[in-house]
């Protein structure tokens, strides 16, 4: 039998990852990304020192909260309604330590919204404004705006909306 059709290692991993948040949820303080950091680094420790993990499991338990965290905090960042809204399922279906769990992360974070967007902005782009590009057609990565660089030049921000964020355009 594969170990990922184990019906015993599964619930395993979700009492961890369940154990993970409600240890997540404990803290005090404001979540910041790095403070969010150091707690889910503090949880895994707790977790090792109940030594029901291998090492790849407490891996992919980190991994998994903090993917789930991220996205959260981007939904909400982004102006979406409520962590209920976030996960699109009837919150009466989960457990109730993990739906506390959830708001009071939810609550905790400081979600620095224009922060954020440019972070995401950033990831997606291939060229920021004051650097020097190749002449060429780019698109800011924020409102598609088309710039065509008449030759090697330093990019300037979007003309359109400011923003320093681009990609190759292809005609």
Same mark, same amino acid.
């Given at each position: ?6 019906? $015993? ?74 962590? !209920? ?47 020097? !590009? ?24 979007? $003309? ?12």
């Amino acid at each position: 039998m594969s170990e990922h059709k184990d019906p $015993h290692h599964d619930h395993r991993l979700r009492e961890g990852y369940e154990r993970m948040l409600d240890r997540l949820r404990e803290g005090a303080e404001e979540l910041t990304w790095e403070s969010l950091q150091k707690e889910l680094d503090e949880a895994v420790e707790f977790e090792e020192e109940l030594a029901e993990f291998t090492k790849d499991e407490l891996s992919l338990l980190r991994a998994w909260v903090e993917r789930d965290l991220k996205e959260m905090r981007r939904y909400l960042g982004a102006g979406g309604e409520s962590v !209920a809204s976030w996960l699109g399922i009837d919150l009466s279906m989960l457990s109730r330590k993990v739906v506390e769990s959830l708001f009071s992360i939810a609550d905790r974070s400081v979600i620095e919204r224009e922060r954020l967007e440019d972070d995401l902005e950033a990831s997606r782009a291939d060229y920021v404004a004051g650097e020097m !590009a190749a002449p060429g057609r780019m698109a800011c990565v924020h409102c598609d705006a088309l710039v065509e660089l008449e030759g090697v030049t330093r990019i300037e921000p979007c $003309h359109q909306c400011g923003h320093r964020y681009f990609v190759r355009a292809p005609k």
